[in-house]
């Protein structure tokens, strides 16, 4: 689902027809997408005065809107015209002439006192019949109840409801206290000694039938009767709290740490680091809830495997490979939700997205909500479940969240597959949690992959396949009519909702303030200085130092001159990737090397990705008056995105027209910065004996700029690792992108290190340092294994997360530079047969980065091996032990154990 505020409006309206958050305070503008309701009046309150001009003098447009949020009409979501459409305030869209789009006019009749729909002819209602604050408003076949009359007070500009004296109210905030009042204190959801799920199942039981339909979007309904207000699911956080339908960017939260994306903060290979980040954004995803601009539920990370250089979303990925990506999400996920300040609830709620096989947006006529990956049962367990066992189980990260993904597995959505939400998530890897769809998916599931054919038949299978709830209004709109088909029980609703309300017990929503650690966390803590130095860090351990002939880095700091070229030397939101928030401070690379030199002689030089050559000459002119030249460019989210794959990996535009340029006439050294996510063929720089060096920054966020003068000019040592294989441009050419095998076929080379043998620009695991350093194994514990102790612990209910170790193998590191740097130690496993009849060329198996290793300095890494790193998936997804010698490799030093049959 799409995060960013100002793309919301398509995608609600094309993709998923779902709304926006209606958590925000009385004096601040709405959003689009806010749910209306019956709220007590509150005098001068701006989200309660109307006008009503164009509707009772018949004239104009006959639009209802806030008096003074003029561009905020009232709408009929999604352009509903059946019973129990939702009524949400939108921005006006008089010029949209369509007929079908003629769902803000209204016009009222005097003598009935209803608002009467134009384009359905039913009535402005009060959901339920309801007279409690809160209750929803919707339209209906007009009665002449007591429900559908309305009032307009001239005095203070105020609808009032006939039946309840209350005020149409466009989303002012509920606090959550449903346990602070009777009864409810004397009910057993209230009582802290139960567990979550039996209080969750008390409550579940005691909500009226007629308010559980509107539950089940991730704009939850509120309760009037229990006294619990509306909620929204959707919040994001991928490396920061970020613009989505949950999260509101007013005072006193106008903006948070923007940490590098993911690509960029996996390169780092700091499972600390990552873990630090997680806490950073759940104290500060704590600060915006505790101010009612978020809610607690949170759905980050992307654990998707960046198989393919084309995915647009690769860049929210660690990497290509499984087991960098399942020890990523084991150290982040487990630190955004879990604390020792308070170990009887979750600080917040992490979802595990997308499951499952999900790396596919819009490519070759292959759209992600009706694509059908086709993925053998090796690949499955070998490549596509790891992460996800890592996230959810609880011997891994535990996440209280999964998102089922818009795809297809095998010919089943994957938000209707039993297979992936009951049998694997909640039986085989103890899931507990709540499971939703991606925005849109479970309409996906009728009317795009035609898996159903009506919609009770849809309600049906994804709800008995494991779902809770829905990222848009499919469930809310058509549950009631499924049930009271037969297509489903009320118990499998119920059972949903448990899972649902036992998550918002364990984040503490029902449970006093005073004994919560988490509500006692302010504005105060966003954005701290500690966590300014935590993205500044995170930014300069991701980036890679890919080529650096003649040393040409770092650059002295005393430098007489230097030119900075391309599109990105200016970039700030483009250095922070998707799914992105509002970032306190953003120092672009231009700026940041303005504060080292002095004479900086800057020309753009190009665009990303047109074809325009008129800035050569300046640039060049640039150049050949500085003492070095960097080149900063790449991609940005204009070429990779959600929803766009590319077709090319080759530089867009004229970029490696105007880097050969620039070799051509530049009077010092040409550096190139290289941002993206996904990467582009860099064969041409690297062979290029005038580009002296070349670095792949990904996108650093908002220290992004700082971290990369730091690493030019010497203020601290790269030591970040390529997380992604980067290919020649020809390797898309060679393998259709819908293709999801990871091993060789006849159709496809073969994916990332593990599988593909073929000629590549860099290789996962490559990166440079300004100092050198030396590698050898010094001990290893055991040199041969016997095959049956291997199988003993790879049976059908073992998990690569408890296996335990079998031997262990030990590096030492030495610095043999001149250069205090950090280090990262990749160790790979090479078994019998590797690259052959399916089998890995090579494995990752253990990493660590070392910190500050000085000149003539060593250290020791210890690396255990258990019985998954001496085995192999097998064709039927099991895993077979594989006798003879497996080999153990850091940075070409070999160690061996043998496997005795």
Known sequence: CHPTTHMLRGLLLLVLGTVLCATLSAGQEPSDGTYMQLFKCVAGSARQQWDLSRVVNNAGDKTIRLKQ???KCLDISNYGTSNGAQIWLYGCHTDDKEPSHQNQEFTYNTATKQFRSTLSGKCIDVQNNSTEAGSPIQIWDCSGSGNQQWVYNETDSTLRGVASGLCLDAGTNTPWTPCATQPNQGYPFCNMALTPQQRAADLVSRIPVADKWRLFGNSASSIPSLQIPSYQWWSEALHGVAGSPGVTWAAPTTCATSFPQICTTGASFDTG???QIGQVISTEARAFSNAGHAGLTFWTP??????????????????????????????????????SED???LKMSSCCKHYAAYSLENWGGNDRCSFNAVVTQQDIADTYFPAFEACISPAGAAASGIMCSYNAVNGVPSCANSFLLTDTARNKWSFNGYITGDCGAVSCVQNNHHYTNNSDDTCKAVLTAGLDIDCGDFLPNNLAAAVSHNAVSMATVDHALTNLYAVLIRLGLFDPEEVQPYRKIGPDQINTPSAQALA???AREGLVLLKNEGSALPLSKTLGSIAIIGPNAMATTVMQGNYYGTACSLTSPLVAIKNVISNVNYAQGSTIQTLDQSGFEAACTAAKSSSATVFIGGITNDIEAEGHDRDSIAWPGVQPQLIERLTQCSKGPVILVVMGGGTVDMTAQRDNANVSAIIWAGYPGQAGGQAIADVL?????????????IYPAGYVNQVKMSDMGMRPSSANPGRTYRFYPGPVVYPFGTGLSYTTFTYKWSNTSVSSIPAGLVHKHIGDESSFLTSPALASVTAVVTNTGKVAS?????AFAVGPDAGKNGNPIKSLFGFKRIFTLNPGQEATVTFPVTSYDLSYVDNNGGRASAPGDWHFEVEGAITRITLEA
């Open 69 to 71: 949020y003029e561009d």
């Open 273 to 275: 680091l990552w873990e």
């Open 302 to 339: 992307n654990l998707n495997i960046f198989r393919d250089p084309r995915w647009g979303r690769g860049q929210e990925t660690p990497g290509e490979d499984p087991y960098l990506t399942s020890q990523y999400v084991r150290h982040y996920v487990y630190n955004l939700q879990y604390s």
């Open 343 to 345: 170990p009887k609830r």
């Open 536 to 538: 500044l860090r995170a």
């Open 713 to 725: 000019f010497g203020t601290v040592s790269p030591a970040g690792r390529l997380a992604q294989t």
């Open 822 to 826: 950090d280090c990262v130690v990749l």
